[in-house]
């Protein structure tokens, strides 16, 4: 067997907290699956906790002792009869081991075969199983190559490049290079953070690809060996390779480019015989080449912005994929409808370098209305502690257009209130008056290199870039071949008017 039971179940052990566990939640009991939630003695009044048919105490705060301790969920599963565990993500989604021991348990983990985690969490191996299957991967090199051979590499690749960590992944033990003289300190410094951080120092080299889009495929696949693709998720806007917005479908994307990086996901995935929800995440070059960076082998924060527009319940997907179903829909039948954008609201100060803000949230007004979707697991009375992530919410916004996804986000951001911590609402108010956002001008370096908190584009130039946006949607173009030409002089905006008139 694969390591992987695909049978019936009825009842979900849900190993997570926060927002991710009440979606998971509210899937299952869409679904009429009974709900069994897991809580450490920081969660006591979560509504996890509440909204779950019943729930068990696994230990106190930290995640080390309690999320993370498999015994200590197959415990609750037995004591409740739980038939499958749903990781949600971080924690143990990600973990080879834990899905093999639900195996052996006699659980159905809603996920993926140990293996496909496995070798997608090695990328010497992901990037070989994904090459076999003809996937474009950036070039680099094999892992542990000694110092001599890393250099003759570097030289014949081209500086810069990036020193990788084998059992990295989201650019955890990553460092980049420039110049020759540089290679031989990076080299010893990355294999000890690697193994500091993964107990595994192999590291290995890739070309940096400069000037990048990060986007990425959602991906479906049964257990009858269908694979469909989802479409795009735009994820540039990061900082620290954390996220911050994502949305759907990219600006940068055609139709023609969606079908054919959905096709490369899909080959990628069935090269490792994956089952369930992932991800492939892509660097798109501004020449729109596209190279595979990784696979992410679970359901990630981002997934609302790909149901908003194809109008798929991607965790119900999970939960019919682990009982064996069969999917539903043809690659043709998947379409790409609206623009949907997420902000991820977290406890963090933006104007004091995105400084972690603790404490207790003592009132928290959520905004609602058309178009508006809010994913969260705090409540009045929660404390924000460091010993989970800092992430509060995840505010989504639907618009036909892009233009109007970007208006209704505005306005969703002005009615949210959030007391007792500081958050990063005023980061996303301000990226959402920048014109650069609006006409889609940006790549992975923008937030860190180009964006300040102090900067403000003159209201003019915003409104004629939101009105071009919606503009370009209407006759197929994009916005920043509109918005780019003289887009800061405001005395000579000659566009403004055209666009003007188009709102009446
Ligand atoms: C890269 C790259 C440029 N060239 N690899 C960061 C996260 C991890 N998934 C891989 N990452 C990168 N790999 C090559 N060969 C640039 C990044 C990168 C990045 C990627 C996606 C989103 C944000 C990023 C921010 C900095 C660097």
Redesign the pocket.
Known sequence: MNGLHIRRFDKVLIANRGEIAMRVLRACHKLGIQTVAVFSDADRNAPHVRHADEAYCIGPPPARESYLVAEKLFEVAKRSGADAIHPGYGFLAERSAFAQACYNEELVFIGPPPRAIEVMGDKEMARAAVAAAGVQI?P?TAANLPLSALQEAAAEMGYP??V?AVA????KG?RPVYRSQDLPDAVEAAKREALAAFGDGSIYL?????A?R?IEIQLLADSHGKVLHLGERE??L?RR?Q?LIEEAPSFVVSEALRQKMGAVAVAAAKAVDYVSAGTI?F?VDRDKNF?F??MNTRLQVEHPVTELVTGIDIVTEQLRIARGRKLRFAQEEIKVKGWAIECRINAEDPYDGFLPSTGMITTIQIPSGPGVRVDTGVYPGYEVTPYYDSMISKLICYGETRGEAVLRMRRALEEYRIMGVKTNIPFHQHMMDSHRFISGQFD??FV?ERFSMDDRDAPNVLEAAILATLAAHQRGQQASQIVAPGARDTSNWKWYSRWAQLRR
């Open positions: 950036v680099g490049v990036l990788k990295g992944g989201g650019g990553m890739e070309k940096m690809i400069t990048a990060h994820c540039s990061q390779h996220k995440e660097l190279y960076l990784e992975t370096r860190e």
